[in-house]
């Protein structure tokens, strides 16, 4: 049987295939990342966009191009790989291929936690909202996780009811408190529809050691996580200790999830809909689709930054907003091919 | 007789219920055993606590001279392999990426992939007679068909000892026969020690060169077939009257239910 050997002695993450793909993905995002750049209210040419970066001269060119695009340049694809990441080992951790880090609840508490801060602390700066937002996010982590391991099982199912159950909390919690003080509803609406726009480089720079340490556990665990794949009792036959892999997985998403909302708010979808991408992609193997959901979800993100400046120029739309259409409706033709 | 596994006193609880007390038993290496016994009987839990995915309330089980409780969790992987009761895995999943999941015992961080594996999964595929289907999707599979590539996974795994726990629970008769003669022939020809959980007496008397029957947490008897099935020891077992007769064609005992004999199913249904 000649084609059968020729493709089990090699393992999927091997194949030439992925690694041409992965190459052109990332100029992809490359291209996009500079289109990032000079796209938006105003267009700008490549020699404008050169100076701007090496011989900054104080124009409002420059300023504009330095202190307002290149954030969120940066900023997009580095929210956009992190919820893709968690994406993925959330379906995983949960069996579930409709759940996301928004299943878990870790959006939801760091709303909460932002309203909570800026209602009570009378914080109002956006890298004082991104602590809150990502201490938020850690602390739901951690909560979700603590109910869910408390009955021992921590079965894929109660880690989705606990998660959903704390979405809803928290929600309207987040409800109650905005629809009493309509002065924090505006100044909070922005932030909890999500957001690139205003932020300053600092921000991706903070974000960066969560993104990269959640990353790194996630690829670490990829071969644990392709057993998870299967029921309790074959992983642990197959030698994977359930209660260890599932601990370092769900810090993986809380620190992915919280560098994600602690820069651009709760961006919704780009989790539940990256890691669909990504198996059409590369197939179920977790080495390859997580860094496939990276470069998709990087991807994903700073395209709908950019549609983001254009749906209603000249004003611009939050990007929460057209990650969550577009994702919408590519969910449903998911689910009208095939079950997702 | 040389054994696979050693059970001494072993006691496993779920919570206050004792699922079994003080079992000794002994599996013959090399041999096919099988654990049977009417519902509830406690042969699921032995099973899995001979995998240690049961903690021993009390008790002890030795891997030839080994304590199982002392091996890491992927050295006993490389030393039993477990086909689960009614496994799961994605229906998307491809029969070559669910068969190479077994080989995850034998890998590390640094090393995660070796010649080894890609001729163990080969291996295993051909062994199972699944290597046509190496593209295949599992939701695409019949019953009989998914059972092979599942044995196959547990045979990439290579492990001495083979853990099964009901592998025909759902499937038709032909593929029940089909499924248990593969995994007589991974006995026979590989000289894997093999461990199966039948509820079904005759396929249980059919296969096993070890019968262990169990009843309410403890092991009853334990022998040949031959010696073993008696029309009052499994009156006493299963609670049903019956005839035993040798199967003509494998001269097996087989097996004739009469009628169920306990008190309370005869006080019912005389009402």
Excluded at chain 1, 126 to 147: E, I, Y
Excluded at chain 2, 109 to 125: K, N, T, V, Y
Excluded at chain 2, 186 to 210: C, W
Aim: charged residues 15%; hydrophobic residues 50%; contains cysteine.
């Amino acid at each position: 049987m000649p084609l059968a050997s020729s493709t089990t002695s090699i393992p999927a993450h091997w194949r030439i295939g992925h690694r041409a793909l992965f190459a052109g993905l990332g100029l992809l995002l490359f291209v996009l990342m500079y289109l990032s750049l000079a796209l938006g209210y105003r267009l700008y040419s490549p020699a404008e966009i050169w100076a701007a970066l090496t011989a900054f001269d104080g124009s409002e060119t420059h300023v504009v191009i330095r202190d307002l695009r290149l954030p969120r340049a940066v900023m997009a694809p580095m929210v956009g790989a992190a919820l893709g990441i968690a994406g993925v080992i959330v379906q995983t951790l949960s069996r579930n291929r409709i759940a996301s880090p928004d299943t878990l609840g870790l959006n939801a508490g760091a709303a909460f936690a932002v309203v909570l801060a800026s209602g009570t602390l009378g914080i109002s700066s956006l890298p004082g909202l991104s602590v809150a937002a990502a201490s938020g996010a850690l602390l739901t982590s951690f909560v979700v996780f603590g109910l869910a391991a408390a009955a021992g099982g921590m079965s894929p199912l109660r880690i989705v009811l606990v998660g959903v159950t704390f979405a809803g909390l928290f929600d309207s919690f987040v409800y109650v408190v905005l629809t009493a003080n309509e002065t924090m509803l505006d100044q909070l609406l922005f932030w909890l529809a999500g957001s690139f726009a205003d932020r300053k480089l600092g921000l991706a720079l903070n974000g960066l050691p969560f993104l990269l340490v959640g990353s790194v556990l996630a690829i670490t665990l990829a071969r644990p996580l392709d057993i998870l794949q299967t029921d309790d009792s074959t992983a642990r036959g197959l030698g994977v200790p359930l209660g260890v892999v599932r601990g370092i997985a769900f810090l993986a998403v809380a620190l992915l999830s919280g560098a994600a909302v602690a820069m651009a708010g709760p961006v919704m979808f780009v989790g539940l809909v990256v890691p669909h991408a990504a198996r059409a992609l590369v197939g179920l193997g977790h080495r390859s689709q997580i860094v496939a959901a990276a470069l998709v979800g990087a991807l994903y993100a700073t395209l709908a930054d950019i549609v983001a400046r254009f749906v209603i120029y000249p004003r611009e739309a939050p990007v929460g907003a057209v990650t969550a259409i577009v994702g919408g409706l590519l969910l449903l033709v998911l689910l009208r091919r095939r079950a997702a | 007789m040389d054994k696979a596994v050693t059970v001494t006193a072993l006691t496993v609880a779920y919570g206050a219920a004792t699922a079994l007390s003080a079992i000794d038993l002994g599996i013959p290496k090399g041999k096919v055993t099988v654990l049977a016994g009417p519902n509830g009987c406690g042969k699921s839990t032995l099973l899995r606590a001979i995998r240690r995915l049961h903690q021993p309330k009390s008790g002890e089980i030795r891997l030839g001279d080994l304590p199982i409780s002392g091996l890491k969790e992927k050295e006993l992987a490389r030393h039993i392999g477990l086909l689960a009761q009614n496994p799961s895995a994605p229906g998307d999943m491809t029969v070559e990426e669910l068969v190479r999941l077994g080989r995850y015992p034998h890998q590390t961080m640094l090393q995660p992939w070796s010649a080894a594996d890609g001729e163990a999964i080969q291996a295993a595929m051909f062994g199972t007679g699944v290597s046509h289907l190496n593209d295949r999707r599992l939701g695409s599979l019949s019953g009989g068909q998914l059972q092979r590539v599942w044995i196959a996974m547990v045979l990439a795994q290579e492990t001495d000892i083979i853990c099964l726990d009901e592998p025909v629970n759902h499937l038709d008769m032909a593929h029940q026969i089909d499924c248990l003669d593969l995994v007589r022939r991974l006995n026979r020809e590989h000289g894997r020690t093999v461990v199966l959980v039948l509820h079904d007496l005759n396929l249980a008397a059919r296969y096993a060169d070890r019968l262990v029957f169990l009843k309410g947490g403890s092991v009853v008897a334990e022998g040949e077939p031959v010696e073993l099935m008696s029309e009052v020891l499994i009156e006493d077992v299963f609670g049903i009257s019956c005839r035993v007769i040798t199967d003509p064609v494998h001269e097996r005992p087989l097996c004739i239910p009469i009628r169920n004999s306990t008190p309370r199913f005869r006080a019912e249904t005389a009402a």
